[in-house]
């Protein structure tokens, strides 16, 4: 079998997958990175064949079957859309588009395309999501009524390795992330274990400023509260990327017979629980267990990194372009924008006293037509420019508050520390 010939854009993440699609066979033909320190890195650790390129449209000029967008968080929209125009196949990581027109041109440039889309969302295919996912297809929880999915990821207030490693300039997307932005890996295993799709939203904020001696962080949340109503009638709770408590990521499904949920602080333990009335056969009301891979692929699920779901996901993108087909619920394009829609407009539910919003169903011309010059942002944009400057010449500056107190801000002689830190 001929094989599958990648480039990746972004040489930070997008070494971590490049190196499970090299143990999946694929030829990894080529590194984009504006940043020519990180593309040298990223040249090394791939080989000395892999070319590298500073300039995304020479880049996507390769000979390649597929493209690794591993690029800033919001900014990957654009550069699938150019796959897209060429035919080339997505592999995108975290949220698919960072505003909602971006989602607009992104399912309508997919829809004239013959690429495969898949979201490189990797939290559903962790061991214990897994095993939610197959309980809650074996029907015994009943009709599906409430789920959870807690991202949560406390950072030291003073870590300053952190900073060099993923927030290494002033203007970095994380120092103006709003906490529901980072969605995906709360709400997407839920999404995948039930099959629901949110159609509304409203959230609140957890306003708790880090204690931080050198940071240019302009969020003082720790944490969104997020509810969806969904379309089956369901309802999720989930917090995007918070920063409370212990580190954890925590999912429950409940249904009108049982729930299931991982454990906090138990490793990979789940709690599969009955009521007393419908217990299946074989099974008691309180079930405490491990569960299983049941993986051909096991030993290198999990030396792969979160959790076994890097290596995973991977090997279903691979799976979808050697079959000719789209990837299922959640990992699709239609899912993804969804969930970016989520992101969007529960931050602005934050912003407006926890008000609702509808999400716009982006497979209707209808909904699309309302969303299409709907550009707002928390972010500075880059577009192709290395970020020495305060914001890209073909970029943009944010338009919204990043933090639900609009007015926060560190103060200079935070930013002054960190500056110095990075050094």
């Known amino acids: 079998m001929e094989k599958i010939r990648i480039g990746i854009f972004g040489a930070g993440r997008g070494i971590d997958i490049a190196e499970n699609l090299m143990l999946l066979g694929c030829e990894i033909v080529a590194l984009c990175d504006f940043i020519e320190d990180r593309r040298n890195k990223g040249i090394e650790a791939l080989g000395e064949n892999v070319k590298g390129f500073d300039n995304f449209d020479d880049f996507i000029k390769e000979d390649m079957d597929a493209v690794v967008l591993a690029n800033f968080f919001n900014e990957h929209a654009p550069y699938a859309i150019k796959c897209f125009e060429k035919g080339i196949h997505v592999f995108s990581e975290c949220i698919s588009n960072g505003t909602l027109a971006e989602g607009v041109e992104l399912v309508r440039a997919f829809e004239k395309s013959n690429s495969i889309y898949m979201l490189a969302e990797n939290y559903p295919q962790m061991i214990f999501n897994r095993e939610i996912k197959r309980v809650c297809d074996g029907g015994t929880l009943g009709k599906i009524l409430y789920a959870e999915g807690e991202y949560n990821h406390p950072v030291c207030p003073d870590n300053t390795e952190f900073n060099k490693d993923y927030i290494y300039f002033v203007d970095h997307w994380r120092n103006f992330n709003p906490r529901s932005y980072y969605i995906t890996h709360s709400l997407a295993p839920i999404m995948w274990a039930t099959g629901a799709t949110p159609k509304r939203v409203s959230a609140l904020p957890v306003y708790a400023p880090l204690e931080e001696t050198a940071t240019a962080r302009h969020v003082g949340d720790r944490a969104a509260i997020i509810t969806t109503l969904n379309d089956d009638g369901s309802v999720f709770r989930v917090t995007g990327c918070a ?181």
């Open 243 to 423: 920063g409370f408590g212990a580190h954890h990521n925590a999912y429950r499904v409940c249904g009108t017979e049982g729930q299931i949920e991982n454990l906090r602080g138990m490793g990979d333990k789940v709690m599969l629980r009955y009521s007393e009335w419908a217990v299946p056969e074989g099974m008691e009301t309180e079930n405490l267990y491990t569960p299983e891979w049941n993986d051909k692929d096991e030993e290198l699920i999990v030396n792969s990194g979160h959790g076994g779901g890097d290596y995973i996901i991977a090997r279903m993108f691979l799976d979808c372009i050697r079959e000719h087909r789209q990837p299922e619920h959640p990992f699709d394009i239609y899912s993804a924008v969804n969930m970016s829609s989520v992101a969007i407009l529960s931050h602005r539910s934050i912003l407006n006293g926890g008000i609702p919003y509808d999400i716009p169903d982006m497979t209707s011309e209808e909904d699309r037509l309302k969303y299409e010059n709907d550009r707002h942002t928390p972010y500075f944009i880059f577009g192709d420019n290395v970020p020495d400057l305060p914001y890209g010449s073909n970029g943009k500056k944010p338009d919204l508050p990043c933090c639900s107190n609009p007015d926060y801000k560190p103060s200079e002689e935070q930013i002054k520390a960190y500056i110095e830190s990075l050094k």
